[in-house]
């Protein structure tokens, strides 16, 4: 019973380093969605995808890429860290045949530092 | 567009104290409407939902009907135990076309229950 999995929990980067961040779901999803969560801000859409090979921009995706070459795995990529980038990412899924009863199950994400 | 404003927080409550979190909304179509509540280190995990209005979504006490004349959503809990301490987040859902799911979400109400 995995459900949503983030890798890795806490990470701290310097200015300008790289890193990818680390999505896998067991469920079988289609539709996976990749958030960040700044105090007192909710949660924003970075990406999401509805498919493997499908990927699509969100409320804020200027810093970060992603892929989905998978079902299963839908990373997040960093390219050159900012202090702005500094935030809880959290990852989730759904089935497209599910949205209405259980719209998205969530990882427990990644606490994300840049200094 | 669609928005979600939640009452400012923190909220802070003795055990057994009532609890109202306010929760209204905008919305370009008929939203369904969720609660989630994150405990601290923890991903977001679905309360509970209502897909029309006047419908009564509940579960571990909570309750929140969906009021389409007032565009409300709000959480109630007649009596509040330390455990409940958490953030809450309003959600809602306008299904078909190009939503893919996509949830907007309010900012969050952090819940802090003393004994």
């Known amino acids: 019973n995995a459900g949503v999995t983030q890798t890795p929990k806490f990470r701290i980067l310097k200015i300008g380093q790289s890193m990818t961040l680390q999505c896998a779901q067991d469920?079988?999803?289609?539709?996976m969605y990749w958030y960040r969560q700044d105090p007192g801000m909710g949660l924003k859409l970075i990406y999401y995808s509805v498919g493997a090979g499908i990927t699509d921009k969100g409320e804020v995706p200027n810093g970060y890429n992603v892929s989905r070459s998978t079902t299963e795995d839908f990373p997040l990529r960093l390219e050159l860290a900012a202090p702005s980038q500094t935030s809880v990412y959290f990852c989730?899924?759904?089935?497209?045949?599910?949205?209405?009863?259980?719209?998205?199950?969530f990882g427990d994400g990644t606490r994300l530092s840049i200094l | 567009g669609n928005s979600v404003t939640q009452m400012e927080g923190p909220v802070t409550l003795s055990e057994e104290a009532f609890l109202t979190i306010n929760c209204t909304y905008t919305a370009t179509g008929y939203p369904s409407l969720f609660w989630y509540v994150q405990y601290p280190g923890e991903g977001l995990q679905l309360l509970l939902k209502a897909t029309k209005a006047d419908d009564k979504g509940s579960n571990k006490g909570f309750e929140a009907t969906y009021r389409k004349e007032t565009t409300s959503f709000h959480l109630e809990k007649g009596s509040v135990q330390v455990s409940d301490s958490a953030v809450y987040f309003c959600?809602?859902?306008?299904?078909?076309?190009?939503?893919?799911?996509?949830?907007?979400f309010g900012q969050g109400t952090i819940l802090t229950v003393h004994p």
């Open positions: 989730a899924s759904t089935a497209r045949g599910q949205i209405s009863n259980q719209p998205q199950h």
């Open positions: 469920m079988n999803h289609n539709y």
């Open positions: 959600a809602l859902l306008v299904s078909g076309g190009t939503s893919y799911g996509k949830l907007t």
